[in-house]
């Protein structure tokens, strides 16, 4: 006896393993159960997609099995085929949610880090200038090339600071007008010197 049940299941479109189950019914009928796995969809929910149970005598299984069954395998298949890619699509999410979340949690401490040199320089700053000490504490106000957001409260901290270093307090006291001598000094003065010179004939 010549059938082709083989060539037909081969032109079925499923991805997976097609399980199929025979039993006898009452009567002449036959019961059959049709079940598509696909062992790469790791999706459980895979579990609860019901068999197709078809309960039917030989000839009406001869005259339109393929039929009943083409439709729904395809569809199965398909969900079963969406339901990995949507698997392997949601781990993608996660495993670049995790390098996103390790990244913000870096650029976090990178900041935090930043942060904190900047106030601690400023900190230094404050200190120095608190103790007189204006040149050091100019030069331990962080430089603005590796704070280019603060850069303002930089520049305006470092001019607050050589404004101060740059008053006239060292220079002032060398400006003031020497007094003149009065006359008695310079006629000793004159005197000295002309005995000196006596001396030295």
Sequence with gaps: MNTNFF???????????????ISKGIESNLIVTVWLNNEQ??????????????NATPQEFDEGFFEQITTPIQKVSG????????LKQLEEAKKHSA???????????????????????????????KEG?????????????EFPEKADEIRKRKMSLSAKFETPSLFGAMEEPTP??????????????????????
């Design 41 to 54: 969809c790791g999706d459980s929910a895979k579990n609860l997609i019901p068999p197709l149970t078809f």
């Design 7 to 21: 060539n037909q299941i081969q032109q079925l479109d499923f991805t997976g393993v097609l399980q199929l189950n």
């Design 133 to 145: 000490k204006f040149r050091e504490a100019w030069m331990k106000v962080p430089d603005k090339t």
């Design 99 to 129: 390098i996103e979340k390790d990244k913000a949690e870096k650029e976090k401490k990178e900041k935090e880090a930043k942060d904190k040199k900047f106030k601690d320089g400023m900190a230094k700053a404050d200190e120095l200038e």
């Design 180 to 201: 003149e001598p009065t006359q008695g000094e310079t006629e000793t003065t004159t005197d000295y010197s002309i005995d000196e010179e006596v001396e030295e004939q």
């Design 79 to 86: 969900l079963l085929v969406d339901m990995e890619k949507f």
